[in-house]
């Protein structure tokens, strides 16, 4: 019962290098989410999406790249790291009906130096 | 877009004691979900509770209760009889139902639970 994958736990980059996130969900849910998690902010939506081919921005989409070209998976991408990209990001998908809750991975500790 | 405040950054509860930890929130929508998320220093996002704008009837899950004032935009969580498993960072969450169907998080408030 895996739920939400997100690799890796950890990573280091230079500044300028680029990454891409990965998620995935065995839940067959249609909606997607990622998050990052700043000291003092509480969780911020970066990009999300509602189905597979179907993405938007969120609060804090700048330096960040998605796409879901199926329903399992919804990586995010870092074109070219800058240090105020130095978060905890955690992916999230639910599903679209009802008032089911957001269900987390286990999220990825990312230091841009 | 909405916006949902913990003004408490931080609390203390003694060992099996009873604390309430504040949310509130501002939105123009009379329909939504609201949601508490409960993450240990594991960093794992864990949902404690959750509670339909349509229902008059507070949530509740064992231990974990809340305070739902519609009209006053308020989502309290107590926690009775705490715990040394409590001890965590306290999220509460807004659902909105318009586009997108977004959540909306609170800063958090990290609470200590003290032996």
């Known amino acids: 019962n895996a739920g939400v994958t997100q690799t890796p736990k950890f990573q280091v980059l230079k500044t300028g290098q680029s990454m891409t996130l990965q998620c995935a969900q065995d839940?067959?849910?249609?909606?997607m989410s990622w998050y990052r998690q700043d000291p003092g902010m509480g969780l911020r939506l970066i990009h999300y999406?509602?189905?597979?081919?179907?993405?938007d921005q969120g609060e804090v989409p700048n330096g960040y790249n998605v796409s879901r070209s199926t329903t399992e998976d919804f990586p995010l991408r870092l074109l070219s790291a800058a240090p105020s990209q130095t978060s905890v990001y955690f992916c999230?998908?639910?599903?679209?009906?009802?008032?089911?809750?957001?269900?987390f991975g286990d999220g990825t500790r990312l230091s841009i130096l | 877009a909405q916006t949902v405040t913990q003004s408490q950054p931080e609390m203390s509860v003694q060992e099996a004691e009873t604390v309430t930890l504040s949310c509130t929130y501002d939105?123009?929508?009379?329909?939504?979900?609201l949601f508490w998320y409960k993450q240990p220093p594991s960093r794992q996002m864990i949902l404690v509770i959750r509670?339909?704008?349509?229902?008059?009837q507070n949530a509740t899950e064992n231990r974990f209760s809340v305070n739902f004032q519609k009209a006053a935009k308020s989502f309290s969580l107590k926690i009775s009889d705490s715990q040394l498993g409590d001890a965590a960072m306290y999220f509460c969450?807004?659902?909105?139902?318009?586009?997108?169907?977004?959540?909306?998080f609170g800063t958090g408030t990290s609470l200590t639970v003290i032996p």
């Open positions: 999406s509602v189905g597979a081919g179907i993405t």
């Open positions: 839940m067959n849910h249609e909606y």
């Open positions: 509670q339909e704008a349509y229902k008059q």
């Open positions: 939105t123009s929508e009379s329909d939504y979900y």
């Open positions: 999230a998908s639910r599903r679209g009906s009802g008032n089911q809750p957001q269900h």
């Open positions: 969450a807004y659902r909105s139902l318009g586009t997108g169907n977004q959540f909306y």
